[in-house]
Protein backbone atom coordinates (compact mmCIF):
# COMPACT_ATOMS: atom_id res chain seq x y z
CA UNK A 1 0.00 0.00 0.00
CA UNK A 2 1.18 3.68 -0.40
CA UNK A 3 3.04 5.18 2.26
CA UNK A 4 4.61 8.50 3.32
CA UNK A 5 6.56 8.35 6.17
CA UNK A 6 8.07 11.26 7.86
CA UNK A 7 11.00 11.71 10.45
CA UNK A 8 10.42 12.46 13.91
CA UNK A 9 9.39 16.15 15.77
CA UNK A 10 12.30 18.41 16.13
CA UNK A 11 12.91 21.09 18.51
CA UNK A 12 15.28 23.63 17.52
CA UNK A 13 15.96 27.73 19.01
CA UNK A 14 15.47 30.54 16.38
CA UNK A 15 18.20 30.76 13.73
CA UNK A 16 18.97 27.19 13.42
CA UNK A 17 18.25 24.85 10.55
CA UNK A 18 16.13 21.83 9.73
CA UNK A 19 15.81 19.09 7.39
CA UNK A 20 12.79 16.75 7.67
CA UNK A 21 12.54 13.78 5.48
CA UNK A 22 9.49 12.10 3.70
CA UNK A 23 10.17 8.37 2.49
CA UNK A 24 7.79 6.87 -0.19
CA UNK A 25 6.93 3.57 -0.98
CA UNK A 26 4.11 1.70 -2.66
CA UNK A 27 3.91 3.56 -5.95
CA UNK A 28 6.45 4.77 -8.30
CA UNK A 29 8.40 7.86 -7.04
CA UNK A 30 8.72 9.75 -9.79
CA UNK A 31 5.01 9.49 -11.32
CA UNK A 32 3.70 12.12 -8.88
CA UNK A 33 4.95 15.20 -7.97
CA UNK A 34 5.42 15.74 -3.81
CA UNK A 35 3.78 18.85 -2.23
CA UNK A 36 4.43 20.33 1.11
CA UNK A 37 1.85 21.68 3.65
CA UNK A 38 2.01 23.49 6.70
CA UNK A 39 -0.04 23.43 9.47
CA UNK A 40 0.33 25.99 12.89
CA UNK A 41 -0.96 25.00 16.12
CA UNK A 42 -4.56 24.97 15.62
CA UNK A 43 -4.98 26.84 12.42
CA UNK A 44 -5.83 25.48 9.07
CA UNK A 45 -3.80 23.74 5.86
CA UNK A 46 -1.68 26.09 4.23
CA UNK A 47 -0.03 25.07 1.17
CA UNK A 48 3.99 25.57 0.65
CA UNK A 49 4.82 24.19 -2.95
CA UNK A 50 5.64 20.71 -4.42
CA UNK A 51 8.72 19.44 -5.92
CA UNK A 52 8.94 17.70 -9.51
CA UNK A 53 10.12 14.42 -8.80
CA UNK A 54 11.53 13.65 -12.16
CA UNK A 55 13.16 16.78 -12.84
CA UNK A 56 14.20 17.98 -8.64
CA UNK A 57 12.52 21.39 -9.74
CA UNK A 58 11.07 22.67 -6.86
CA UNK A 59 8.23 25.69 -7.01
CA UNK A 60 7.72 27.47 -4.04
CA UNK A 61 4.26 29.58 -3.01
CA UNK A 62 4.71 33.10 -2.06
CA UNK A 63 5.34 32.78 1.39
CA UNK A 64 8.10 30.10 1.09
CA UNK A 65 10.30 31.59 -1.24
CA UNK A 66 13.30 32.65 1.66
CA UNK A 67 14.85 29.75 3.57
CA UNK A 68 12.64 27.09 2.85
CA UNK A 69 14.27 24.68 0.36
CA UNK A 70 12.79 21.18 -1.76
CA UNK A 71 14.71 18.00 -2.40
CA UNK A 72 14.82 15.19 -3.51
CA UNK A 73 16.89 11.58 -3.29
CA UNK A 74 15.03 9.94 -5.97
CA UNK A 75 16.89 7.00 -5.67
CA UNK A 76 15.78 6.25 -2.12
CA UNK A 77 12.53 7.53 -2.76
CA UNK A 78 12.35 10.55 0.03
CA UNK A 79 11.90 13.92 -0.30
CA UNK A 80 13.14 16.78 1.78
CA UNK A 81 12.21 20.07 3.36
CA UNK A 82 14.73 22.13 4.84
CA UNK A 83 13.62 25.16 6.64
CA UNK A 84 16.73 27.67 7.18
CA UNK A 85 17.40 30.49 10.29
CA UNK A 86 14.39 29.24 11.76
CA UNK A 87 11.72 31.50 13.30
CA UNK A 88 8.98 31.28 16.42
CA UNK A 89 5.87 31.09 13.46
CA UNK A 90 8.09 28.15 11.90
CA UNK A 91 6.60 26.75 14.75
CA UNK A 92 3.69 23.83 13.10
CA UNK A 93 3.09 20.38 11.53
CA UNK A 94 4.82 20.34 8.40
CA UNK A 95 3.32 17.36 6.10
CA UNK A 96 4.18 15.94 2.91
CA UNK A 97 1.33 14.91 0.71
CA UNK A 98 1.12 12.94 -2.72
CA UNK A 99 -1.45 14.19 -5.35
CA UNK A 100 -3.35 15.33 -1.50
CA UNK A 101 -4.60 11.72 -2.15
CA UNK A 102 -1.90 10.27 -0.30
CA UNK A 103 -0.23 11.97 3.07
CA UNK A 104 2.74 11.56 5.88
CA UNK A 105 1.95 11.37 9.18
CA UNK A 106 3.34 14.91 9.55
CA UNK A 107 6.23 15.90 11.72
CA UNK A 108 5.83 18.49 14.40
CA UNK A 109 8.92 21.43 13.98
CA UNK A 110 9.23 23.32 17.79
CA UNK A 111 11.01 26.85 17.50
CA UNK A 112 11.94 28.22 20.80
CA UNK A 113 14.58 29.45 22.36
CA UNK B 1 -4.32 33.63 -5.05
CA UNK B 2 -7.69 31.90 -5.26
CA UNK B 3 -9.16 32.04 -1.95
CA UNK B 4 -11.62 29.30 -0.81
CA UNK B 5 -14.41 30.37 1.48
CA UNK B 6 -15.79 27.58 3.84
CA UNK B 7 -19.06 27.95 5.39
CA UNK B 8 -20.24 27.33 8.36
CA UNK B 9 -16.80 27.25 10.41
CA UNK B 10 -18.30 24.55 12.39
CA UNK B 11 -21.46 22.47 12.54
CA UNK B 12 -22.81 21.18 15.80
CA UNK B 13 -25.02 17.61 14.33
CA UNK B 14 -26.81 14.80 15.87
CA UNK B 15 -25.97 10.72 15.58
CA UNK B 16 -28.05 9.95 12.41
CA UNK B 17 -28.29 13.79 10.96
CA UNK B 18 -27.46 14.96 7.18
CA UNK B 19 -25.13 17.99 6.82
CA UNK B 20 -24.14 20.38 4.27
CA UNK B 21 -20.79 22.10 3.99
CA UNK B 22 -20.42 25.07 1.25
CA UNK B 23 -17.39 25.77 -0.30
CA UNK B 24 -16.82 28.82 -3.10
CA UNK B 25 -13.81 29.84 -4.94
CA UNK B 26 -12.73 33.46 -5.72
CA UNK B 27 -12.13 32.03 -9.63
CA UNK B 28 -13.58 29.37 -11.79
CA UNK B 29 -12.19 25.98 -11.12
CA UNK B 30 -12.31 24.41 -14.55
CA UNK B 31 -8.67 23.54 -15.66
CA UNK B 32 -7.40 23.76 -19.19
CA UNK B 33 -8.36 20.22 -19.93
CA UNK B 34 -12.19 20.78 -18.54
CA UNK B 35 -12.01 18.90 -15.48
CA UNK B 36 -12.92 20.94 -12.10
CA UNK B 37 -10.06 20.10 -9.55
CA UNK B 38 -12.44 20.58 -6.25
CA UNK B 39 -11.25 17.58 -3.59
CA UNK B 40 -12.65 17.16 -0.26
CA UNK B 41 -10.69 16.65 3.16
CA UNK B 42 -11.26 15.13 6.23
CA UNK B 43 -8.63 15.63 9.13
CA UNK B 44 -9.94 13.75 12.68
CA UNK B 45 -8.01 15.52 15.70
CA UNK B 46 -4.58 14.82 15.96
CA UNK B 47 -4.14 13.04 12.73
CA UNK B 48 -3.21 14.35 9.09
CA UNK B 49 -5.76 14.61 6.17
CA UNK B 50 -7.58 12.31 4.43
CA UNK B 51 -8.94 12.73 0.30
CA UNK B 52 -12.69 11.59 0.48
CA UNK B 53 -13.74 13.44 -2.61
CA UNK B 54 -11.90 14.56 -5.90
CA UNK B 55 -12.59 16.18 -8.64
CA UNK B 56 -15.83 17.50 -6.89
CA UNK B 57 -17.73 14.11 -6.54
CA UNK B 58 -15.56 10.62 -6.85
CA UNK B 59 -15.49 9.46 -3.65
CA UNK B 60 -11.75 8.03 -2.89
CA UNK B 61 -11.53 4.31 -2.09
CA UNK B 62 -13.11 2.77 0.92
CA UNK B 63 -15.29 6.13 1.08
CA UNK B 64 -18.51 5.22 2.28
CA UNK B 65 -21.83 6.57 -0.14
CA UNK B 66 -22.97 8.57 2.71
CA UNK B 67 -20.77 11.54 1.29
CA UNK B 68 -21.37 12.84 -1.95
CA UNK B 69 -19.89 16.22 -3.44
CA UNK B 70 -21.98 18.27 -6.17
CA UNK B 71 -21.12 21.86 -7.62
CA UNK B 72 -19.48 23.54 -10.83
CA UNK B 73 -17.40 26.19 -11.69
CA UNK B 74 -16.72 28.69 -8.49
CA UNK B 75 -20.10 27.01 -5.92
CA UNK B 76 -19.51 23.68 -4.15
CA UNK B 77 -21.11 21.48 -1.28
CA UNK B 78 -20.36 18.40 0.72
CA UNK B 79 -23.14 16.44 2.10
CA UNK B 80 -22.86 13.91 4.40
CA UNK B 81 -25.64 11.93 4.84
CA UNK B 82 -26.73 9.83 8.34
CA UNK B 83 -23.61 11.23 10.12
CA UNK B 84 -21.40 8.48 11.89
CA UNK B 85 -19.03 9.22 15.11
CA UNK B 86 -16.19 8.45 12.93
CA UNK B 87 -17.41 11.42 10.24
CA UNK B 88 -16.32 14.00 13.26
CA UNK B 89 -12.77 16.46 12.43
CA UNK B 90 -12.34 19.23 10.56
CA UNK B 91 -13.90 19.50 6.65
CA UNK B 92 -11.45 21.43 4.02
CA UNK B 93 -11.69 21.82 0.40
CA UNK B 94 -9.07 21.93 -1.62
CA UNK B 95 -8.29 23.16 -5.26
CA UNK B 96 -5.55 22.18 -7.07
CA UNK B 97 -6.48 23.93 -11.09
CA UNK B 98 -4.46 26.44 -10.06
CA UNK B 99 -1.03 27.73 -8.14
CA UNK B 100 -0.37 28.06 -5.39
CA UNK B 101 -2.90 25.21 -4.24
CA UNK B 102 -5.13 26.67 -1.78
CA UNK B 103 -7.40 25.44 0.71
CA UNK B 104 -10.86 26.49 2.51
CA UNK B 105 -10.47 27.28 6.52
CA UNK B 106 -12.06 24.13 7.38
CA UNK B 107 -15.22 23.49 9.03
CA UNK B 108 -15.33 21.86 12.36
CA UNK B 109 -18.02 18.77 12.32
CA UNK B 110 -19.03 18.26 15.91
CA UNK B 111 -21.29 16.09 18.18
CA UNK B 112 -24.12 18.24 19.34
Known amino acids: QIQLVQSGPELKKPGESLKISCKAS????????MQWVKQAPGKGLHYMGWINTQTGKPTYADDFKERFVFSLEASATTAYLQINNLKNEDTATYFC??????WGQGTLVTVSS | DVVMTQTPPSLSVAIGQSVSISCKSS???????????LHWLLQSSGRSPKRLIY???NLDSGVPDRFSGTGSQKDFTLKISRVEAKDLGVYYCAQTTHFPRTFGGGTKLELK
Open chain 1, 97 to 102: ASRFAY
Open chain 2, 55 to 57: QVS
Open chain 1, 26 to 33: GYTFTDYA
Open chain 2, 27 to 37: QSLVYSDGKTY
